[in-house]
Each structure stands twice: as C-alpha cells, then as structure tokens.
C-alpha cells in the first residue's frame, strides 16, 4: 500500500495548512475500509498521534493540545485523508504522516497501523 502525505510548508503562527494524504489507485482498496491516523514528528521527539478517523468518517479523535484547531476527515471515493490545520502554533512544527490501521476503528496506538506514508514538514514561524 502507497500512501503519500502532502501540503506542509513554512506558515506564520495562527496560520493554516491543509494536509492530504492519498493512497495510490493500486492501493486504494486496500483502505478504504481503514480506520486512518494522521502523526506528527518533531526534532528530538517522539513520534505522536494527531488525529484518527474511523472507516466512514463518522468517528475521530484528537490530542489536547490540536483540539478545536486540527479537523481530520476523508473522502473515500478518492482513498484520501485530510488534516486541516488553523490557529497553527510554532509548537505544532513536525514532519507529519499518515498511516492506515489494521481495522475499521479508528486508534490511538501507533501498534494498530501497518502502512504508513512518507512525511511532509510543517514549519510554523513565530
């Protein structure tokens, strides 16, 4: 499965980014019934989960500290997964990717994904 994240780039603090992540055709399939998660890497830390979408959309998470700035959601009918991204802080700087999980659930814990898609920086100014 080919997943490819895309959208980062260098915005000043309370800027927006919207993020994409999209499965190839070949792979479409293969996770349009999976629950996705977008994560974020930042220099010198852990590798953290952002937000997570169940199969059909109707479900999603978030961490603390991106909720009511983060919204994730997908289009299954072009396999891709989206992280709009306002109010964005400095602290929110990271390579983000995205990653499909083992099941329909949507999940919080890094163990459930099996594919994961290349990262796209995020660079927030002050």
């Known amino acids: 499965v080919q997943l490819q994240a895309s959208g980062g780039g260098l915005v000043e603090a309370g800027g927006s980014l919207r993020l994409s992540c999209a499965a190839s055709?070949?792979?479409?399939?293969?996770?349009?019934?999976?629950?996705m998660g977008w994560f974020r890497q930042a220099p010198g830390k852990e590798r953290e989960i952002v937000a997570a979408?169940?199969?059909?959309?109707?479900?999603?998470t978030y961490i603390d500290s991106v909720k009511g700035r983060f919204t994730i959601s997908r289009d299954r009918s072009k396999n891709t997964v989206y992280l709009q991204m306002d109010s964005l802080k400095p602290e929110d700087t990271a390579v983000y990717s995205c990653a499909a999980a083992r099941g329909s659930s949507l999940s919080t814990q890094l163990a459930s994904y099996m594919y994961w898609g290349q990262g796209t920086l995020v660079t927030v100014s002050s």
């Open positions: 055709a070949a792979s479409g399939r293969a996770i349009s019934n999976n629950g």
């Open positions: 979408i169940n199969w059909n959309g109707g479900s999603t």
